[in-house]
C-alpha cells in the first residue's frame, strides 16, 4: 500500500533553515508529483510547492519563493523540502502527499503523518 | 491571495443530513474540481470526495458533493459520532498555478 513516512519534530532558531523528509513506498516514485502543504496553529492548509518525482522539476508558492526549495533522491524514493531564514511564522505542521489525477481531476491521495517544525529563540 | 471560503462550524444530531459549503473564484472553483479532506485532531487529512463528487474506495456512500458555479459543497447523511472532524475544501487556482484550501469547518455530533 502507498504510504509516506516522514522525518521528525524539529526545533529552529529564527534565521536558521530547516530540512525535511518524506519517504514513499508501494509505488513508483518516479511516476507521480509530490506535493508539500503546511498548517500553522489555528490556521487553513497552506500549500508549499511541488516536485516531479521523475523529472525533479519544481514550482512553488508565491509566499515561500525564494526561500523554500524541493529535492528528491530517486533512488531512495524520498522528497525532501528545505526552508530557510526562518522566522517565528513559519511554525507548523508540514506534510507531505502524492498528486493523482484521475478522469481529469487531480488531488492528494496519500499523505504523510506530518512534522512539526518550531521556530523558537 | 486567492482563498477558498467555508463556514467555520457546522453541527447535526445523529443521523441528521448536514452541508458545509465552499465558496472560491472563476480563478479556482470555477475552473476546476474540488476536493474535500476529513482532519482529525493531530493527524493528517484524508480524502473524503474528489473531482467535485466522487468517491475514493473506503469512503461510505454517506458522504457526497457537489460543484455549482464558484461555490461547492460537502453533504453527510444518516451522520455519525464518528464523523465529528475538520472538513477542508480544495481546488487548484490557474491564476496562482497552485492549489487552495479552505480554512476548514469544524463539524461537531451532538
Known amino acids: 500500500q502507498v504510504q509516506f513516512v516522514q522525518s521528525a519534530t524539529e526545533v529552529e532558531k529564527p534565521g536558521a533553515s530547516v530540512k525535511v523528509s518524506c519517504e514513499a513506498s508501494?509505488?513508483?516514485?518516479?511516476?507521480?508529483?509530490i506535493h508539500w502543504m503546511r498548517q500553522a496553529p489555528g490556521q487553513r492548509l497552506q500549500w508549499v510547492g511541488w516536485?516531479?518525482?521523475?523529472?525533479?522539476?519544481?514550482r512553488y508558492s508565491q509566499k515561500l519563493q525564494g526561500r523554500v526549495t524541493l529535492t528528491r533522491d530517486t533512488s531512495a524514493s524520498t522528497a525532501y523540502m528545505e526552508l530557510s531564514s526562518l522566522t517565528s511564522e513559519d511554525t507548523a505542521v508540514y506534510y507531505c502527499?502524492?498528486?493523482?489525477?484521475?478522469?481529469?481531476?487531480?488531488?492528494?491521495?496519500?499523505w504523510g503523518q506530518g512534522t512539526l517544525v518550531i521556530v523558537s529563540s | 491571495h486567492s482563498v477558498l471560503t467555508q463556514p467555520p462550524s457546522a453541527s447535526g444530531t445523529p443521523g441528521q443530513r448536514v452541508t458545509i459549503s465552499c465558496s472560491g473564484s472563476?480563478?479556482?472553483?470555477?475552473?476546476?474540481?474540488v476536493n474535500w479532506y476529513q482532519q482529525f485532531p493531530g493527524t493528517a487529512p484524508k480524502l473524503v470526495i474528489y473531482?467535485?463528487?466522487q468517491r475514493p474506495s473506503g469512503v461510505p456512500d454517506r458522504f457526497s458533493g457537489s460543484k455549482s458555479g464558484t461555490s461547492a459543497s460537502l453533504a453527510i447523511s444518516g451522520l455519525q459520532s464518528e464523523d465529528e472532524a475538520d472538513y477542508h475544501c480544495?481546488?487548484?487556482?490557474?491564476?496562482?498555478?497552485?492549489?487552495?484550501f479552505g480554512g476548514g469547518t469544524k463539524l461537531t455530533v451532538l
Open positions: 502527499a502524492r498528486r493523482y489525477c484521475s478522469g481529469g481531476s487531480c488531488f492528494h491521495d496519500y
Open positions: 508501494g509505488y513508483t516514485f518516479t511516476q507521480y508529483p
Open positions: 516536485i516531479n518525482g521523475g523529472t525533479g522539476n519544481t
Open positions: 472563476s480563478s479556482d472553483i470555477g475552473s476546476n474540481s
Open positions: 473531482g467535485n463528487n
Open positions: 480544495a481546488a487548484w487556482d490557474d491564476s496562482l498555478n497552485g492549489v487552495v
